[in-house]
């Protein structure tokens, strides 16, 4: 391993942006990939997350995931890059996070990724077997929307007093602002104050991160980095009301999230609108949206002015 | 290619026994997997499906998969041998399926995995990719306990209008008998009689098979063959109530796979009790059963006499 940055838990606060992995034929398109991660970098995200499910990390070899890795460092500009490493057998995910670490990754994002259904105890060893081999922070990746695995607010107790877990990433919040802000309470309290707390699912952002969440996993920042900044910045100055604000004006965006599918082809039917990424460039057997569903997302980008 | 063995839609009926493909220190335990393969062709089996969901192939790497198909259709006696060739990304399956045919495949076998949720117009394209690729018949894989992808009626008839589909692997049946074979007929409405359809879930077998399946696509079969065909042979030859009398003998097996999370920690158990496998032989992060369950275990496969 070649000199892994380290960092202490403030890499793991404010917004965390996801870029896609665009493919081209099938191959990883490493002008559009670092063509994002500069996107990401000029923009002041304060870290960037590559080969989350974003970046489409399950479906890409191990040399394509370490190519990625040493992209996304050369041309983040310094800003923390985490490297998702989740695999579904654990020698494959030491694999990836050997690679990530010789590429000078910040930090290491692991998803229980499922093909069986794990038990508690197969996640908490895959933990343990990762912390014992790296130094890097390690970021819990609890995602059932793409792991099917459900974690316990046990085991993430049992995970934070693990050495190295500097952060949880969350699938969401509730929509009323006293339970979310009860609900990441009730984890904080579970994990300790050592493990910061980020949301993801866009569109519970502003209220996750006015309920006290430290970060924000974002899908859409990882291509639209300007408004999620906003949303981000609003909600960590105390406007909270801004916050709210920035997010109610993206519920376009948000229910064509919710209309198509998910955050994934949607946002890379935009990267693919703004050009910043090839034609269909999620990796099959994603097709991507439809036209008329393509249609209606451009028309969203440019009546919001996310193209600007 | 190298000579495909082509075969007729009466491959795809009866037992089709799925092997564990057994680990040790993390690599191929190639003596027992050959091993589990010579009992299965000794045992007269109807066909050997190596890599299926049993066989762990959502787990290892493109070079272990084709190591291992070659190894089952060497030591496969002329049973005709049936591949898994499932992945995450279209073009590793279609490297699969190559493989499959190099080492001498009957027929392929194909789940649509998923780490993002796919539609059914991504898995409809998927099986299209395939069946275009190779002249090998191809069994569809639907198991939505490992891949979380649910069939239609709908799509289990475009699919089997594709040329090459052979058979439909289903999860399970009513347990009502009446309802049972309503179930089937109207699988084989939508399917086509070309397509046979076998039932899985070891449990509902005689319920399947008395319902009119044509095949079962067993995960015990692979472990303990005769018990299986037993099954197998009264069903098809018409002696229903035997196959229901052999299937509930079995009753506290099936528990335990209800009992202990499915049957793949289970039937790996036994083959490590009986001396097929290697301790620990599934694949980490999978741990397998605690001592208490295997405990558990011993005592019915004793009481059961399935050692012998």
Redesign the interface.
């Known amino acids: 391993m070649t000199d892994p940055r380290r960092t202490g838990p403030h890499a793991f606060t404010g917004l965390s942006a996801f870029p896609l992995t665009p493919l081209r034929d ?1 191959a990883v398109d490493q002008a559009a990939f670092a063509g994002l991660v500069t996107r990401l970098a000029d923009a002041g995200v304060d870290s960037i997350t590559a080969l989350g ?1 974003t970046g489409s990390y ?3 070899s191990r040399a394509e995931r370490a190519r990625v890795s040493r992209l996304a460092v050369e041309h983040a500009e310094g800003v923390p890059v985490f490297v998702g490493v989740g695999g ?4 494959h995910v030491l694999a990836h996070v050997d690679d990530a670490e010789a590429a000078g990754a910040a930090g290491v994002l692991l998803a ?2 499922t ?5 508690d ?3 908490f ?2 933990f343990r ?1 990762v912390t014992d081999r790296t130094e890097l922070p390690v970021v819990v990746y609890d995602n059932p ?2 792991t ?1 695995f459900t974690f316990t607010m046990e085991l993430y107790a049992r995970i934070a007093q693990l050495p190295g877990i500097a952060s949880i990433k969350i699938p969401g919040v509730p929509a009323d602002p006293a339970q979310a802000r009860d609900h990441v309470t009730a984890i904080r309290a579970a994990t300790g104050e050592h493990v910061t707390i980020g949301v993801s699912g866009d569109g519970f952002a502003a209220t996750g991160l006015n309920a006290g969440c430290d970060a924000w996993y974002s899908v859409v920042g990882g291509t639209l980095p300007s408004p999620a900044l906003a949303i981000t910045r609003a909600a960590r100055e105390g406007r909270a009301a801004d916050a709210v604000a920035e997010s109610a004006r993206l519920g376009p965006l948000w229910n064509l999230f919710a209309e198509f ?2 955050s ?1 082809r949607v946002v890379a039917a935009i990267a693919e609108h703004l050009g910043l990424a090839p034609h269909r460039c999620l ?5 991507g949206l439809t036209d008329p569903q393509r249609a209606a997302v451009r028309k969203v980008v440019d009546e919001l002015g996310l193209g600007r």
Chains 1, 2 share one sequence.
């Open positions: 099938d499910s399950a479906y890409l579904l057998r654990t020698s229980p990724m093909y069986q259904p794990l038990t105890d197969d996640v060893e895959l077997t929307g793409t099917r599918g998910g994934l990796p099959l057997p994603l097709q």
